[in-house]
């Protein structure tokens, strides 16, 4: 089966938008045309030389990474770096780059939801909701007009709030306009000012599907000048941001959990913190590095914080109110490859996934 990439990267990007990416990422398409047609792809973590040697022997017109090659703007183009090289072979041999990082960190059922499902947690929510990424959009239509309207509306992806969809509010009021000699008024006459019973209609919609919302408001409604309005909300959005937390269904001795956890993602060692007790029930998470999440682990009184990258002197940070375990980048991040390929299997079900063979943590422990 064969497939545009910009149908996969469309797909992608309608769970894990890239406007939900961080400020100094670069998800999205590195190399590679859009509209060109591939048979197979290849999903991988860090998509480094050894990678692209794969997928030139798979036939994979596409690689998926989590991890972006590119994070800055490349001057030159000579192979001086390993960054260089992988774009050179990529253009070289016509193979697409894509990567989908700090957006799949965010999404609800992304990279941190596939690590929960690993530990068995339940009662998961995201550790650290974002701010600024809803918007309110209030519209002001006929009354007559104002159920198919908001069906539209809703069908667009506004009037989502938490586990609830089809949430607005309206007001009943009374507007008025006095067209000009170049209107077209649905309504009324040119230079009479004219009533009308109208309702005032408000929706919340996330930011990234306000283009959406706008584009349905403009095509069904009455009016040849609509009156709206659309307000940044400083609400946090439930379902959007880093880390997740969440509990096993009973209390586990300590040393007991942090053996299973080595266990399950193969970890070459963990560093951790002292125990606070004996046992462990409440867990939060955050794959790759997440020690700017241990004050927000705390606050909502986790045992134990698994991430990594922690510093020396951050594991101080715990004050004996947590326990910090870093398991190590790559261990936290690696079952990101099995989370796509089960997105992409069953959106694209005749389309040929691989999941790569190399191991591509630069790390070793003896």
């Known amino acids: 089966m064969s497939v545009k990439i910009s149908e996969i990267i469309n797909h992608l990007e309608s769970l894990a938008p890239r406007s939900s990416q961080e400020d100094y990422d670069n998800s999205g398409l590195i190399c590679g045309s859009p509209n060109t047609m591939i048979q197979s792809a290849l999903i991988c973590l860090d998509s480094i030389e050894t990678i692209i040697d794969e997928a030139i022997s798979l036939g994979c017109g596409l690689v998926i990474a989590h991890h972006p090659i590119v994070f800055k703007g490349l001057k030159t ?7 260089e090289r992988v774009v050179l072979k990529c253009i070289q041999n016509n193979i697409a780059l894509y990567a989908i990082h700090t957006n799949l960190d965010n999404y609800q059922f992304g990279v941190n939801f596939e690590i929960s499902q690993r530990l068995e947690l339940k009662n998961t929510k995201i550790l650290a909701p974002k701010e600024d990424v809803l918007k309110k959009l209030a519209v002001f239509i006929p009354q007559e007009n104002a159920a198919k309207f908001s069906q539209a509306l809703f069908e667009a992806g506004a ?5 609830y969809s089809e949430c607005s509010f309206l007001t009943a009021g009374t507007g008025t306009f006095k067209p000009n000699l170049m209107a077209n008024p649905v309504l009324g006459q ?13 929706f919340i919609v996330s930011s990234h599907q306000l283009y ?6 403009k095509q069904n409604h009455p009016y040849e000048e609509i009156a709206f309005d659309v307000f940044d909300l400083k609400n946090t959005h439930p379902y959007e941001g ?4 969440g509990e096993l269904e009973k209390e586990v001795p300590f040393m007991d959990f942090l053996t299973s956890l080595k266990k399950k993602f193969n970890c070459g060692a963990i560093r951790y913190t002292s ?3 004996e046992k462990v029930k409440k867990i939060a998470i955050c794959g790759g590095s997440g020690s700017f999440l241990l004050q927000a682990a705390m606050r909502q009184k986790a045992d134990i914080f698994i991430t ?4 020396y002197h951050e594991f101080f940070d715990a004050e004996h109110k947590i326990v910090i375990a870093d398991i190590g980048h790559f261990e936290s991040e690696q079952f990101t490859i099995n989370l796509l390929e ?16 190399i191991n591509t943590n630069p790390i070793n422990y003896l």
Request: glycine residues 8%; positive net charge.
């Open 190 to 202: 040119a230079n009479q000012r004219s009533s009308v019973d109208e309702v005032k209609l408000e």
């Open 242 to 245: 880093a880390g997740m937390i």
């Open 77 to 83: 183009f000579t192979g001086k770096s390993y960054v």
């Open 212 to 217: 959406d919302a706008l584009n349905a408001m």
């Open 159 to 163: 009037g989502n709030i938490g586990n």
């Open 308 to 311: 990594a990258d922690f510093k």
């Open 342 to 357: 089960r997105i992409l299997k069953k959106k694209f079900p005749n389309f040929a996934v691989h999941l790569t063979g």
């Open 275 to 277: 125990p606070i007790s």
